[in-house]
């Protein structure tokens, strides 16, 4: 966490508490096997690395088997290299179309026995081609509370029409974008002189609290379904 999400965390708490109900535990036991996970990321990583600390502190019952990036640059591979996780780059730029960037990431999971796959700040659309190989087992996290807000602007957006609550939303990956069932949400304040910055850090302090939960969620359900 920097100094900044550290300050907004202390002075602006949340209006919904992501803590897990009393039927939280019932209803998702811990299995007697950790979820495997593909974190797929483009950017900071931040996200990445809350998934990695909660795993890695027992908090979240999952290993994350690889983190794809497509961006060169991002500083999700230095956090990889950091928790030594097997990192793969896919430059979407060497790809003509969507489809066959897409193809190429599910090979990368298979090879690596990917079942959930985790979007944390993956900027590129997926298509079907994905979603249909990992039908219900794709979540993305996104900066507002859906459906409000969709899109790459979304906080710009909350912020443009003066809404004074927003949050972060995390929802499985259906073909249209933003629009998959939502597994949880948390809200926070937005204030008067709020700018970009400052919202989205108030907004991704709750992101690192809700995304760990949200993965034992439906690692829950993929569990009971691969028991079946
Ligand atoms: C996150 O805040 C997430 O909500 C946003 O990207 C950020 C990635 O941050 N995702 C989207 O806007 C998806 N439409 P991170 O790289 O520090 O995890």
């Given amino acids: 966490m920097t100094n900044d999400q550290r300050l907004n965390s202390e002075s602006s708490p949340s ?5 897990l109900p009393p039927s939280f535990m019932a ?24 998934i990695a600390a909660a795993i ?17 640059q991002a500083r999700v591979l230095e956090r990889a290299n950091r928790w030594q996780i097997p990192a793969v780059f896919h430059n979407h730029r060497d790809y003509k179309r969507r ?8 090979e990368t999971l298979h090879e690596h026995d990917v079942e ?16 249909d190989a ?8 996104h900066p507002s509370l ?25 929802h499985l990956v259906a073909a249209e974008v933003d629009s998959g069932k939502i597994l949880m949400q948390a809200a926070v304040p937005v204030f008067p002189n709020d700018t970009r910055e400052s ?8 992101e690192h609290r809700i995304y760990p939960l949200a993965i034992a969620i439906a690692a829950g359900g993929i569990h009971r379904r691969s028991a079946r």
């Fill in 116 to 131: 959930l796959v985790v979007m944390a700040g993956w900027m590129r659309i997926m298509t079907p081609v994905l979603i």
């Fill in 27 to 50: 209803e998702n036991p811990p299995a007697d096997r950790p979820i495997r996970l593909g974190i797929m990321a483009s950017g900071s990583g931040s996200n990445f690395e809350a």
């Fill in 15 to 19: 209006f919904i508490s992501p803590a």
């Fill in 99 to 106: 489809e066959d960037l897409d193809a190429k990431i599910i």
């Fill in 134 to 141: 990992f039908s219900n087992r794709i979540l993305n996290m």
């Fill in 146 to 170: 859906l459906p409000s807000f969709k899109g790459g602007q979304a906080v710009e957006d909350a912020i443009a029409a003066g809404v004074k609550i927003s949050g972060c939303t995390v």
């Fill in 199 to 206: 919202l989205h850090g108030r907004i991704q302090v709750q």
């Fill in 56 to 72: 890695f502190s027992g908090q979240l019952h999952a290993k994350i088997q690889v983190m794809i990036y497509n961006n060169p």
